[in-house]
């Protein structure tokens, strides 16, 4: 653990606290959905039944932790007639529609693929989707349009691998060209599910090289369960910084595959090192605009509860980061000191910064523990009490 002194560790953790203070963490409206595995959806009493009340539960979720000012739609699940006006009724609550997710995996049509089904009719409808998407970011304000494709094949021969490439090309353009000067399309990719032999946009390099073609507009956006075990993530994120094609995370925590598990669960150093090459690469500057997103459901814990927990998992990875002593660092890089440069480097890792985060708050007015907070608050009765009939939000639904 890092030894400071009393006088060292305030100045450390003031210029800290300065920089924790304008981190932006996006909760996602289905996290506060309910949701499950294919085997069992196990309800939870109090579950939002309309959009406005996702976004209810996300303005606790800020109003405790401070930093989740934003909510990310998913289109139909957040399906609404008026788009500026559900924008105002975010405003009204505290907080901002942020990312729109768009959705081409959901109706039959899409069984064999959406934007790359070999069907053209079935590509258009998909199209309609995206650009539809953009329509909404239009009218609530949102920057980012995320796009996930769960298209593939099951076995090989299904289908024409290479011609499934030009199709994904050619909506992503059509969807480029619609967008308006100050938004972004986020591309983002997932190794397998639901195809299980070939996935159209499997991995990081495939998403990079449609965002290079397409444009500045356009970036990658890396969901942390969407690898390979073992896969170097820290390695991405610093690849994807350099070359400025970083656009957001999706972040959670696997065990196994896309698990959708509060991040930092399983493993909080791996986040610990995806947040240093954030920092290290510039990517926490404001003017980096890398969207912090988080994309879990909670299958067995309470909802609002399990977002305040992975908030406050981002951020207490992201003091860790910013605590690496970086000339110390690259002066034990320097002269080769592997040692050295691994104790700087896990001595950040290993500092306590509950501590930190507890004074960052008490400064920013809010209680030092956002989840004791909450639950003292009485919102979680409140909520089983008055959210009764009705049909509740589920995941895709
Ligand atoms: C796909 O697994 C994904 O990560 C995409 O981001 C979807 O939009 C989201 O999950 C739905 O939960
Ligand atoms: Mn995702
Ligand atoms: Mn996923």
């Avoid at 409808?125 to 909404?136: P, R």
């Avoid at 998403?207 to 073609?213: L, M």
């Avoid at 990658?220 to 350099?242: M, Q, S």
């Avoid at 995806?274 to 969207?291: P, T």
Wanted: charged share 25%; glycine share 8%; with cysteine.
């Amino acid at each position: 653990m890092r030894d400071l002194d009393e006088e060292t560790a305030m100045g450390v953790s003031t210029g800290i606290n300065q920089r924790l203070r304008t981190q932006r963490i996006e909760t996602p409206s289905w996290a506060y959905g309910n949701s499950g595995t294919r085997f069992k959806v196990f309800a939870q009493p109090g579950v939002p039944r309309t959009v406005e009340e996702k976004i209810d539960d996300a303005a606790q979720v800020h109003a405790f932790t401070g930093v989740a000012p934003s909510i990310a739609l998913h289109i139909p699940w957040d399906k609404v007639d008026d788009y500026s006006g559900l924008a105002k009724y975010a405003e009204s609550a505290g907080l901002r529609i942020g990312t729109i997710n768009s959705n081409v995996f959901q109706d039959d049509d899409y069984k064999l693929g959406s934007v790359t089904n070999p069907d053209p009719r079935i590509r258009a409808k998909a199209l309609d989707h995206l650009l539809e998407c953009v329509d909404i970011m239009d009218a609530t304000g949102s920057r980012d349009l995320k796009l996930w494709f769960s298209d593939g094949t099951n076995y090989p021969g299904q289908d024409d691998i290479r011609a499934r490439q030009d199709r994904l090309a050619e909506a992503l353009a059509a969807v480029y060209r619609r967008l308006g000067p100050h938004q972004r399309m986020l591309l983002e990719y997932k190794l397998f599910e639901p195809a299980f032999y070939t996935t159209d946009v499997p991995d990081w390099g495939t998403a990079y090289a449609h965002c290079v073609e397409l444009g500045e507009q356009a970036q990658v956006c890396v969901d942390t369960g969407h690898h390979a075990p073992g896969t170097n993530i820290e390695f991405i994120v610093a690849f994807l910084l350099r070359a400025g094609k970083l656009g957001a995370f999706d972040f959670n925590s696997r065990f196994y595959a896309d698990d959708d598990l509060m991040v930092g669960a399983a493993d909080p150093f791996q986040l610990f090192r995806i947040m240093y090459e954030v920092v290290r690469g510039g990517g926490y500057e404001a003017d980096a605009g890398i969207a912090f997103m988080l994309d879990q459901c909670h299958n067995i814990e309470p909802k609002i509860p399990g977002q305040i927990r992975s908030v406050c998992n981002v951020q207490e990875a992201t003091a860790k980061a910013l605590l690496v002593d970086s000339e110390a660092l690259a002066a034990a890089q320097r002269t080769g000191d592997v040692i050295a440069a691994n104790d700087v480097f896990m001595d950040a890792y290993k500092t306590d910064v509950r501590p930190i985060l507890a004074e960052l708050r008490t400064e920013m007015g809010l209680e030092e523990d956002p989840l004791a907070a909450y639950q003292r608050s009485g919102y979680a009765e409140r909520i089983v009490a008055e959210r009764v009939g009705g049909h509740q939000a589920g995941w895709g639904a």
